[in-house]
């Protein structure tokens, strides 16, 4: 009796040797999985490095994106990876993210065993529709126009200012679409909160665009729509200086970039550019982020109230555009935006000059050209042409002054230059 009972003894033990070593399986399992959870993460991390996401020294996201085929992410899917964003992975079901949170918790919003970044912006549905709505509302209206322009061109029997028009029209047909079809590619690839600045900046062109055309053909009404036109471009300079610095993240998160840049480059202060060399250098610290921050903010301020202020003023024959002279404003207003714009542009080419390396993956250097070059270009261009006009280098045309021949041919560069930038 003793025999079976020793077997059985014997066969229990076994069992729970067997219990044992598959829980030490299931475990060493579960440790596997977990290092391969880890390992994917930062195979991640390099992926996003190669594409142009700069992350941090400890680990964690930092200021980066990942931009489409232009750098802005027109035409394509855009991303960015700023502030306090996180980089979450799904790997596996089960598997915990980096995030600390399961894959179950966010696992509608990414696709089935895939590698997906989610930046913390959700698409609107709302915006997709009323966007695509507004886009085929747009080329009806573009082909409406086009009817309309080669009506007024064969009616008018194809005289100067008709022609001008036309010709403007023709640059205005070209640069909205291009411009349009942008903003709608952001609209519905939406991921980062960065490119509210880009659907911005790009509406430069259709307003710009579309304003100067009609200042060609509607001459008494050209000072309202010139002024609409002088007020956004301070906002897309505005919306300009909030990309980067928004790029860069929260306050906290930028003081602690240029105390990193002190220790890099040794420099407690910031290398004041040229022309303004001479000035008292700037702290690497708060004092830098305010007095950008101001140098921007002034031009904003001083552009929107001179325009509102010419306007008043020309009713009551009181601006004198082109004309230099004492008892009339222009000459003081183009003394105050000139220096206003100069010192705005100077700071912004100073913020790009410290943050350069951090602001490598958006590309700001020729999105800040083509803004300087419709803000500054655009500006002394027309100034140029003006002072042409009160000379007597350009002569009227039928019923119009040379002022408002000059005006014309300013507006019609805009419209051709618009076309180069779209």
């Known amino acids: 009796m003793t025999q079976p009972s020793d077997a059985a003894a014997h066969d229990s033990a076994a069992a729970s040797v067997g219990r044992n070593d598959a829980a030490e399986q299931s475990t060493s399992a579960a440790h596997v999985s977990r290092e391969e959870a880890k ?11 190669q594409h142009g996401s700069a992350l941090g020294g400890d680990g964690s996201s930092s200021p980066g994106a990942m931009t489409g085929k232009d750098g802005n992410g027109a035409g394509g899917k855009t991303g960015a990876v700023g502030g306090t964003n996180e980089v979450r992975v799904e790997i596996e079901d089960g598997v915990e993210a980096e995030s600390g949170q399961r894959p179950s918790e966010f696992a509608s919003e990414m696709p089935d065993h895939l590698t997906t970044i989610v930046y913390g912006s959700q698409k609107d549905n709302f915006w997709i529709v009323t966007s695509s709505i507004m886009m085929c509302i747009a080329y009806v209206v573009i082909v409406m126009i086009a009817a309309i322009v ?13 022609i001008a028009w036309v010709i403007g029209a023709v640059f205005v047909l070209v640069s909205v679409p291009l411009a349009l079809q942008d903003i ?5 690839h939406y991921v980062s909160p960065l490119q509210r600045h880009y659907i911005r900046i790009l509406w430069m062109i259709p307003i710009y665009a579309v304003e100067s055309w009609l200042a060609l053909r509607f001459n008494k009404q050209k000072i309202y729509l010139e002024t609409m036109r002088e007020a956004y471009e301070a906002y897309v300079v505005y919306s300009f200086f909030k990309l980067m610095r928004d790029f860069l993240g929260d306050k906290p998160r930028a003081l602690l970039r240029l105390k990193q840049i002190q220790e890099k480059t040794g420099r407690k202060t910031a290398k004041m550019l040229f022309p303004c060399c001479c000035l008292r250098a ?28 010419a306007l008043i003023l020309e009713q009551f024959h009181l601006f004198g555009e082109g004309h230099y002279r004492s008892d009339q404003f222009y000459v003081y207003y183009v003394i105050l ?42 500006w002394w261009q027309g100034i140029i042409i003006m002072y042409m006009a009160s000379q007597h280098m350009i002569h009227p045309v039928l019923d119009y002054t040379g002022e408002d021949v000059a005006k014309g041919l300013q507006n019609l560069l805009i419209t051709a230059e618009m076309m180069i930038y779209g």
């Open 184 to 188: 709608h590619f952001h609209i519905i």
């Open 282 to 309: 700037w702290r690497l610290d708060a004092q830098f982020l305010t007095r950008n921050a101001l140098g921007v903010y002034q031009y904003v301020v001083i552009r929107v109230c001179s325009a509102v202020l």
């Open 39 to 49: 390992r994917k993460v930062i195979e991640m991390k390099e992926l996003l490095q």
């Open 150 to 162: 080669c009506w007024q061109f064969i009616m008018f029997q194809y005289e100067k200012h008709v």
């Open 337 to 378: 935006v000139n220096c206003s714009q100069c010192w705005a542009l100077w700071c912004l080419v100073l913020f790009y000059h410290v943050f350069a390396e951090d602001l490598k993956p958006i590309r700001p250097l020729p999105k800040f050209l083509v803004i300087k070059a419709v803000v500054f270009v655009s």
